[in-house]
């Protein structure tokens, strides 16, 4: 099982990937990227939402990363296939 150090890590690795994938979608400047843009922002709101919820409820800072992680990873996929 990893630390929460390295889920952190992982995380900040993986959302540099979405990151490049989301600059090259928004840099077309297309009918997708005013779509995506708004699609990043709602994804953010909800994302720390839930994240604070979830602490409120008692879960763990782990539990909280790896939520952020799988959230991550799935945009990653959505956006590579574009």
Avoid at 1 to 8: A, L
Avoid at 36 to 61: H, I, P, T, W
Avoid at 65 to 77: L, M, P, Q, S
């Amino acid at each position: 099982m990893f630390s929460i150090f390295q889920q952190w890590t992982l995380l900040a690795l993986e959302s540099q990937e979405v990151i490049m994938l989301r600059t090259a979608r928004l840099a077309r400047s297309d009918a997708g990227a005013m779509t995506e843009a708004r699609r990043m922002v709602f994804e953010k709101v909800d994302a720390a939402e839930q994240a604070m919820a979830a602490l409120m409820m008692g879960q763990s800072q782990l539990a909280v990363v790896r939520g952020y992680r799988r959230r991550v990873r799935a945009n990653a996929r959505r956006l590579s296939k574009g």
